[in-house]
């Protein structure tokens, strides 16, 4: 069997043009008759890896697989597709069995999809040996390490396979990438030489979003209506905020529900089913949701709380986007989580105790930490990303790193002068002078630093403060009610001069500015091509109205992807339809009429002539969109603001066209300015040249290098704006005086 074949069995009934990274390998490998290992991220495109074997090869390819609500999707995909797929397990009838038993025998089936439990059962054994089988695909393969999280006792009987069946190929899958467990899915199932292929956990089309856990409500509300008719996944740690979550969408009039292990099956099969169906676009659920569901259509994914580690987090946000198109993920990181889930180590006695603690300290790392986010995330799985990626919010907002000895400072000696009794909040009510009884009763109000921090927002404080304990200035007494004590480095920052480098915190105004610019600036576009966002609403009406109709989930219809694809190409004959990413010949056939009828009727309506209407989308090719130097090619938001710059708008104008803050576009040109670029602030603001003298000489009083504003605001008598003196510091920047 060679690879030519295969890529006409994608073209034909996946209507995909081009193996992803390592498909073909794997196919080879089947095809070579090896044991073939294959380690891919959820969404990666395993299933290709054996579906294309299957079909192409002589036999039927027995599918063993976990999860039984999985299989009648997975059957119901490829007989959309035109593949003869069929499963066993204990859900269907005894004659439906026969039936299923008898189309094996006779080899009239590609796929057959069987539980491990029915796989090794005595009955099936004689079945087994009079079939012709093509391979063995052990789906969710770290089912079978007792090391992984998932264990099977029932994976263990796969066993027998090779004894059996010396001869036929196993390939073996899972998303799960640690050592222990690959290693042990080899030996479990007494693979012989395995090949090893371990795809890059890389998810380009997953945007990256870390955000401040306060006003959680607020920013998932302002979340949603930029994801207007999205299918969307709400993780909550707790029953009740699930619950509560769900209720409060509805009286917004979204359409969403709960989903936790406290309801009874049926309860929870209904709600599974209806997002599925697309019926409900939110679900709020607990981590119990998403293992069994398949939907590659979905949108987005927030984290309400924190996960207790990075592989449950990732495995969490990759069910969003698995179509290929984009999705956004976003997780709220809060200091009161992450005490939490070490309350929740600690009272767990000493099992695994260190490592869960060092997996929690890695996920806080992502969500704290101001390098790019996917390099944070990756180099977790072993892998180096070289450039940043471009779709998260730290490439987004790249954090601007601030002299923070003074803000240091006032901290660590309030926690000095408060002798011992300072926790985080009652230390920032402190700096901020807060009159609250708490701070009365204890008489912080007398202490030396009691208001010097006014100037700066609570939250400004809390990420400041949190920067302070991860440097090592700050240490929480997790035996003494979370109190703040001070180390031996803070002494050094209080008594001798040490200098701190701080990262100044956005607020959560400025993130969302920046994600709905974002957001904007994406709707209708992918990184390849511009689709008509109204006809993509008419094809998505027009997916789900036919997916009623046959009884099918939508996406089973056609992937989101594909659905811009045709509103961007606007396809109007078979051969058109056929060059969309997604349209194989079964569903060209079997759909065809009414979407091509459809997008017809659209360039009617709007008056296009049919010359007009067919424009094939340019396509990178799926190898180098998934390598990593393709990530250059997405524009940084920085890179947008430069070329309003360039165009000569004024920084209002360019705030205004790209809904961000003044502060966020300086920032952006300033990087600029330092990578040698010639940038003239001065031509793009009003500005009053004695005022600049003035706060030039102002700067100049300082020791400190470089200067800073707060003293400058004062020294004005407070009658000029932070916001306007960042300005003023950013001229002088650029004129080489600062
Ligand atoms: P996994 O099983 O690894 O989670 P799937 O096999 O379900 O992933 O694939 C994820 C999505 O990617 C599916 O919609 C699938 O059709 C699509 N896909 C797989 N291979 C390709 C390819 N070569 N080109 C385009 N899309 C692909
Ligand atoms: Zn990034």
Request: aromatic share 10%; hydrophobic share 40%.
């Given at each position: 069997?060679?690879?030519?074949?295969?890529?006409?069995?994608?073209?034909?009934?996946?209507?995909?043009?081009?193996?992803?990274?390592?498909?073909?390998?794997?196919?080879?490998?089947?095809?070579d008759g090896?044991?073939?290992?294959?380690?891919?991220?959820?969404?990666?495109?395993?299933?290709?890896?054996?579906?294309?074997?299957?079909?192409?090869?002589?036999?039927?390819?027995?599918?063993?697989?976990?999860?039984?609500?999985?299989?009648?999707d997975?059957?119901?995909?490829m007989?959309?597709?035109?593949?003869?797929?069929?499963f066993?397990?204990?859900?269907?009838?005894?004659?439906?069995r026969?039936?299923?038993?008898?189309?094996?025998?006779?080899?009239?089936?590609?796929?057959?999809?069987?539980?491990?439990?029915?796989?090794?059962?005595?009955?099936?054994?004689?079945?087994?040996?009079?079939?012709?089988?093509?391979?063995?695909?052990?789906?969710?393969?770290?089912?079978?390490?007792?090391?992984?999280?998932?264990?099977?006792?029932?994976y263990?009987?796969?066993?027998?396979?090779?004894?059996?069946?010396?001869?036929?190929?196993?390939?073996?899958?899972?998303?799960?990438?640690?050592?222990?467990?690959?290693?042990?899915?080899?030996?479990q199932?007494?693979?012989?030489?395995?090949?090893?292929?371990?795809?890059?956990?890389?998810?380009?089309?997953?945007?990256?979003?870390?955000?401040?856990?306060?006003?959680?409500?607020?920013?998932?509300?302002?979340?949603v209506?930029?994801?207007?008719?999205?299918?969307?996944?709400?993780?909550?740690?707790?029953?009740?905020?699930?619950?509560s979550?769900?209720?409060?969408?509805?009286?917004?009039?979204?359409?969403?529900?709960y989903?936790?292990?406290?309801?009874?099956?049926?309860?929870?099969?209904?709600?599974?089913?209806?997002?599925?169906?697309?019926?409900?676009?939110?679900?709020?659920?607990?981590v119990?949701?998403?293992?069994?569901?398949?939907k590659?259509?979905?949108?987005?994914?927030?984290?309400?709380n924190?996960?207790?580690?990075i592989?449950?987090?990732?495995?969490?946000?990759?069910?969003?986007?698995r179509?290929?198109?984009?999705?956004?993920?976003?997780?709220?990181?809060?200091?009161?989580?992450?005490?939490?889930?070490?309350?929740?180590?600690?009272?767990?006695?000493?099992n695994?105790?260190?490592l869960?603690?060092?997996?929690?300290?890695?996920?806080?790392?992502?969500?704290?930490?101001?390098?790019?986010?996917?390099?944070?995330?990756?180099?977790?799985?072993?892998?180096?990303?070289?450039?940043?990626?471009g779709?998260?919010?730290?490439?987004?907002?790249?954090?601007?790193?601030?002299?923070?000895?003074?803000?240091?400072?006032?901290a660590?000696?309030?926690?000095?002068?408060?002798?011992?009794?300072?926790?985080?909040?009652?230390?920032?009510?402190?700096?901020?002078?807060?009159?609250r009884?708490?701070?009365v009763?204890?008489?912080?109000?007398?202490?030396?630093?009691?208001?010097?921090?006014?100037?700066?927002?609570?939250?400004?404080?809390?990420?400041?403060?949190e920067?302070?304990?991860?440097?090592?200035?700050?240490?929480?007494?997790?035996?003494?009610?979370?109190?703040?004590?001070?180390?031996?480095?803070?002494?050094?920052?209080l008594?001798?001069?040490?200098?701190?480098?701080?990262?100044?915190p956005?607020?959560?105004?400025?993130?969302?500015?920046?994600?709905?610019?974002?957001?904007?600036?994406?709707?209708?576009k992918?990184?390849?091509?511009?689709?008509?966002?109204?006809?993509?609403?008419?094809?998505?009406?027009?997916?789900?109205?036919?997916?009623?109709?046959?009884?099918?989930?939508?996406?089973?219809?056609?992937?989101?992807k594909?659905?811009?694809?045709?509103?961007?190409?606007?396809?109007?004959?078979?051969?058109n339809?056929?060059?969309?990413?997604?349209?194989?010949?079964?569903?060209?056939?079997?759909?065809g009429?009414?979407?091509?009828?459809a997008?017809?009727?659209?360039?009617?309506?709007?008056?296009?002539?049919?010359?007009?209407?067919?424009?094939?989308?340019?396509?990178?090719?799926?190898?180098?969109?998934?390598?990593?130097?393709?990530?250059?090619?997405k524009?940084?938001?920085?890179?947008?603001?430069?070329?309003?710059?360039?165009?000569?708008?004024?920084?209002?104008?360019?705030?205004?066209?790209?809904?961000?803050?003044?502060n966020?576009?300086?920032?952006?040109?300033?990087?600029?300015?330092?990578?040698?670029?010639?940038?003239?602030?001065?031509?793009?603001?009003?500005?009053?040249?004695?005022?600049?003298?003035?706060?030039?000489?102002?700067?100049?009083?300082?020791?400190?290098?470089?200067?800073?504003?707060?003293?400058?605001?004062?020294?004005l008598?407070e009658?000029?704006?932070?916001?306007?003196?960042?300005?003023?510091?950013?001229?002088?920047?650029?004129?080489?005086?600062?």
């Amino acid at each position: 069997m060679t690879i030519e074949k295969a890529k006409t069995a994608l073209k034909k009934y996946f209507g995909y043009d081009e193996f992803r990274p390592l498909q073909d390998e794997i196919i080879q490998s089947v095809y070579d008759g090896k044991d073939t290992v294959v380690i891919m991220p959820t969404g990666g495109g395993k299933s290709v890896c054996f579906q294309i074997p299957a079909v192409t090869m002589e036999g039927t390819a027995l599918v063993v697989s976990p999860l039984i609500a999985l299989m009648k999707d997975q059957v119901e995909s490829m007989r959309a597709i035109g593949i003869k797929a069929a499963f066993l397990n204990s859900s269907i009838t005894a004659n439906e069995r026969f039936e299923i038993e008898g189309q094996f025998q006779s080899g009239t089936l590609d796929l057959l999809y069987v539980s491990p439990e029915k796989l090794a059962s005595q009955d099936f054994q004689s079945v087994l040996g009079s079939a012709k089988i093509s391979l063995f695909a052990i789906d969710e393969a770290h089912c079978i390490s007792s090391w992984g999280h998932n264990f099977r006792p029932e994976y263990r009987q796969l066993k027998l396979l090779k004894q059996k069946f010396p001869n036929i190929p196993v390939i073996a899958l899972t998303a799960t990438a640690d050592k222990v467990t690959r290693k042990d899915i080899g030996e479990q199932l007494n693979l012989v030489e395995p090949k090893l292929f371990l795809a890059s956990f890389d998810r380009p089309n997953l945007k990256l979003e870390v955000r401040p856990g306060q006003k959680r409500w607020e920013q998932i509300i302002n979340f949603v209506s930029n994801h207007r008719d999205e299918a969307g996944i709400i993780y909550a740690m707790s029953r009740k905020s699930c619950e509560s979550l769900a209720a409060k969408l509805q009286g917004k009039g979204l359409k969403a529900n709960y989903y936790h292990a406290g309801m009874n099956s049926d309860q929870r099969n209904k709600i599974q089913e209806s997002f599925i169906n697309d019926e409900i676009d939110i679900i709020c659920a607990t981590v119990a949701f998403g293992m069994g569901i398949d939907k590659s259509n979905i949108r987005w994914v927030i984290h309400y709380n924190l996960p207790k580690n990075i592989e449950n987090f990732y495995q969490e946000i990759g069910r969003a986007g698995r179509d290929g198109a984009n999705a956004d993920t976003m997780l709220f990181y809060s200091y009161a989580d992450i005490m939490f889930l070490k309350k929740i180590i600690e009272d767990d006695g000493d099992n695994g105790r260190e490592l869960m603690q060092s997996k929690l300290d890695r996920l806080q790392q992502y969500a704290t930490s101001p390098i790019c986010r996917r390099k944070t995330l990756l180099s977790y799985f072993g892998e180096y990303l070289a450039e940043n990626c471009g779709n998260c919010d730290v490439c987004d907002m790249p954090p601007t790193s601030i002299d923070g000895t003074e803000l240091a400072q006032m901290a660590l000696s309030a926690v000095y002068r408060m002798n011992g009794q300072a926790n985080s909040n009652i230390l920032i009510d402190v700096l901020r002078g807060s009159g609250r009884r708490e701070i009365v009763e204890n008489g912080f109000q007398n202490i030396k630093t009691y208001g010097v921090g006014r100037a700066y927002t609570y939250l400004d404080w809390r990420a400041y403060i949190e920067q302070l304990i991860q440097q090592g200035f700050l240490e929480i007494a997790l035996d003494d009610s979370y109190k703040l004590k001070l180390t031996k480095a803070s002494q050094d920052v209080l008594f001798n001069s040490l200098k701190v480098q701080l990262v100044k915190p956005a607020s959560i105004k400025e993130r969302e500015e920046s994600a709905a610019a974002s957001a904007a600036t994406k709707q209708g576009k992918t990184a390849d091509f511009t689709w008509d966002t109204e006809l993509f609403q008419v094809l998505k009406a027009l997916r789900y109205k036919m997916a009623k109709a046959a009884a099918i989930p939508p996406y089973i219809i056609f992937g989101d992807k594909a659905l811009q694809e045709m509103a961007a190409a606007k396809p109007i004959t078979r051969d058109n339809f056929l060059t969309i990413s997604g349209v194989g010949e079964r569903k060209a056939d079997q759909y065809g009429t009414e979407f091509l009828g459809a997008i017809k009727a659209y360039g009617k309506e709007k008056g296009i002539p049919d010359e007009d209407m067919f424009k094939p989308v340019l396509k990178a090719s799926s190898k180098s969109r998934a390598s990593k130097t393709s990530k250059s090619a997405k524009i940084p938001t920085r890179q947008i603001t430069l070329e309003f710059y360039n165009k000569g708008l004024s920084l209002v104008e360019i705030a205004r066209e790209r809904g961000l803050k003044k502060n966020t576009l300086l920032d952006h040109l300033l990087y600029y300015h330092r990578d040698g670029l010639e940038i003239d602030i001065e031509s793009i603001v009003d500005y009053d040249e004695d005022l600049l003298k003035k706060i030039k000489d102002l700067t100049y009083q300082q020791e400190d290098s470089p200067p800073k504003m707060t003293p400058v605001f004062v020294a004005l008598d407070e009658k000029v704006s932070f916001d306007q003196i960042r300005i003023y510091f950013a001229i002088l920047e650029t004129r080489g005086a600062l």
